[in-house]
């Protein structure tokens, strides 16, 4: 029912397409984890995957999803068996037996006792009596009737095992029913002979068919091909049913079928269909098996249903799995997931869909020059931005001051203006502010009445103009992967630069490596960066690369800040070499040291953040404090990026 609004809206029943009540994709949060774990050491390929693996806050992932499978894979086989039909046959053939024996009994004539022998001789097999019994005239009734009963439950179960639904439109069969089957088996088994012979005309030819036995495929195929696909798809889980059963009861079950409808006809039809269909699809699987279990039994459509539920089954976490190439979200059978797991699962799949597709739709991930996938500049800005409203949080729970949003607070106009927040004491930009209120106020219907809101504001933003040369030195040895400093090194070098990227754009921010050897490197480049097994922590290169980036800004002011959880232990050489050893030799020491003079030559101010408790690194870092004037900071590491910011935030406040 829809029911009219006086406005003329309507409202229905929702029936397909996203669900447009359900909450938003949460890109940010998205694309916090993405970068978390690129940071920890993961490709941005792997990273997807495992984000879509886990899932988000609001929406189960592939891995919660998979494990729903293969719980409902489980239930089926352990609740359900196969015997079903063959217990069904047996009652009904005793119920039988017993209603003609009843009558037999008070008869007094020769031709009652020899009906009784009749009876007593009845072969031991179910098959065989149901068999013998073809042509015997029934006394009682009610035993015809459940003999009868057999004959139309065999032809029932055969056809549904074979045809989605039919189980279920024959419940009372008559012969002319028979006939049409008889008749759409017959012509069903000349299209596809047709099909495979190459027939010019099988389009007609399936038309012809399809306008004449359609009742017969709800699934209504386009094509000769889709009617094929459906009825291999069927015929090869009823064939795999009869696969999980004991040879016994494969035995039983080829008797009984000659009996179906007491059609011997049929049962031929059938298997010259099953024998096309298998000659036409030998990729479907004709061959598996299945172990059921259970107390539950089950009938030969009901099997053949159970069968194709567990392909089903199986395709969609094979699709969950995405471990094929060129695997996409997009590849899930929404319809399957429906059938097997309900609508709940399938906004699940639909929304990791959507989550996967926005992020390269909206130009977070793209593809580098060798082809591999990588963060863009658009996503690492978001991360930035991220990074750093963690690390002043973090900055101001350790000191109770406020978000240090003060970049540029006197000097000249950057031309950029930013929303203000509360306990901003900078100007404001008058004319973005009245825009901003005439645009807000324009489509509330006020005529010409202004008003400003709090939301209006925006501060214009100035810049200093002295200026600051940076270098971060960031040590890349294996202690900082083993220790898990690995993220916390990273975070703080995005939060810095993002800092100085979009607060101080005038300030000139160098990142350096420092391993066995020291590198500039650029941020992309630091955040993909992988920990490798490398002995050797070489302050030594990472100051002399640090020094050459203070002398290309002259006037600037100087600025060190170096982080590391160990003493130098490698040194370069003219050549270029690198020297290692542990304990470290006193001319690494000495070339460390006589590096670090040379920037305080340079009026460097140099920071050195210490993690851990090493006492030669103790030693050693407040040996370079004291030469360069500098000072040691000593924070754990989830405390890292709030000190290096808050550090340099420090020194630039003296500028």
């Given amino acids: 029912m829809t029911s009219a609004l006086p406005e003329g809206w309507s409202y229905g029943p929702w029936h397909d397409g996203p669900d447009p009540l359900a909450a938003p994709v949460d890109l940010r949060d998205a694309l916090d984890e993405l970068g978390r774990d690129v940071m920890a050491g993961s490709s941005p390929r792997s990273a997807l995957e495992e984000l879509l693996r886990r899932g988000t806050r609001n929406t189960q992932g592939l891995d919660d999803l998979t494990r729903r499978l293969w719980e409902r894979r489980r239930e089926i086989e352990s609740r359900h068996n196969l015997d079903g039909t063959l217990r069904d046959v047996q009652r009904l053939l005793d119920e039988a037996l017993a209603a003609e024996r009843h009558d037999l009994f008070p008869n007094p004539s020769d031709e009652a006792r020899f009906k009784e022998m009749q009876l007593d001789a ?8 149901v068999r013998e019994l073809a042509n015997y005239e029934w006394e009682s009734s009610e035993a015809r009737q459940k003999y009868e009963q057999i004959r139309e439950l065999l032809g029932r179960e055969l056809l549904g095992s074979r045809f989605e639904g039919m189980k279920e439109a024959l419940e009372n069969t008559t012969p002319e ?73 494969r035995a039983e079950l080829a008797q009984l079928s000659q009996q179906a409808f007491g059609s011997p006809q049929l049962a031929q039809q059938l298997a010259n269909l099953d024998a096309q269909l298998q000659a036409l699809r030998p990729g479907e699987d004709w061959t598996g098996s299945e172990r059921m279990s259970g107390d539950d039994p089950l009938g030969l459509a009901d099997g053949a249903r159970a069968m194709s539920d567990l ?33 709940e699962a399938t906004v699940d799949a639909r929304r990791l869909s959507e989550l996967e597709r ?44 406020r978000d240090a949003a003060t970049a540029g607070a006197a000097g000249e106009l950057s031309g950029s203006t930013r929303p203000w927040q509360f306990g901003d004491t900078q100007s404001w930009d008058v004319s973005r502010t009245v825009r901003n209120a005439v645009l807000r106020t324009a489509g509330a219907g006020r005529g010409g009445s202004v008003k400003l809101d709090v939301a209006d504001v925006e501060i214009a933003e100035t810049e200093h103009r002295a200026r600051a040369a940076v270098a971060l030195l960031v ?66 290169h990472a100051l002399l690369l640090a020094g050459r980036h203070l002398r290309r800004h002259p006037d600037a ?4 800040l170096m982080v590391t959880d160990g003493e130098p232990t490698a040194h370069l050489e003219p050549d270029g070499t690198a020297e290692f050893d542990y304990p470290p030799r006193p001319a ?68």
């Fill in 557 to 560: 002011q100087p600025v060190v």
């Fill in 311 to 343: 392909a089903e089954l199986d395709a969609l976490a094979e699709q969950l799995a995405q471990s094929y190439p060129g695997a996409r979200l997009e590849d899930i059978d929404l319809d399957a997931l429906t059938r097997q797991l309900g609508d």
């Fill in 177 to 249: 029913d028979v006939e049409r089957i008889n008749e759409m088996l017959t012509d069903l088994n000349a299209l596809l002979s047709a099909h495979a012979q190459g027939h010019p005309e099988i389009d007609g030819l399936f038309a012809e068919f399809m306008a004449k036995h359609g009742e017969f495929f709800p699934e209504n195929p386009r094509n000769v091909d889709e009617l094929i696909d459906v009825l291999a798809a069927r015929a090869a889980a009823a064939q795999r049913m009869l696969n999980s059963m004991t040879p016994e009861q």
């Fill in 588 to 655: 690494t020491l000495r070339k460390t040291v006589a590096e670090v003079d040379r920037l305080a030559k340079l009026g460097a101010s140099l920071t050195v953040f210490r993690l851990g408790d090493d006492p030669r690194l103790n030693a050693f870092v407040d040996l370079l404090a004291r030469r360069s004037g500098g000072r040691v900071l000593a924070p754990d590491a989830d405390g890292l990026g709030a000190a290096v910011v808050g550090d340099y935030l420090r020194t630039r406040r003296k500028l």
């Fill in 358 to 401: 926005q992020l390269r739709d909206q130009g977070l991930l793209e593809r580098a020059p060798d082809g591999s996938l990588q963060l863009s500049p658009k996503a690492l800005r978001q991360l930035g931005q991220t990074a750093l409203s963690d690390v002043l949080r973090t900055a101001r729970g350790q000191s109770g001051e």
């Fill in 122 to 129: 009845l072969p031991a097999g179910t098959a065989a009596a």
């Fill in 475 to 540: 040590d890349t040895s294996w202690s900082m992967v083993q220790e898990g400093r690995w993220l916390p090194m990273k975070r703080t070098a995005l939060a810095l630069h993002q800092l100085i990227s979009t607060r101080y754009r005038n300030d000139a921010l160098q990142l350096i490596t420092f391993g066995r050897y020291a590198g500039v490197v650029e941020l992309p480049q630091l955040i993909g960066l992988e920990g490798t097994w490398e002995q050797g922590t070489n302050a030594h």
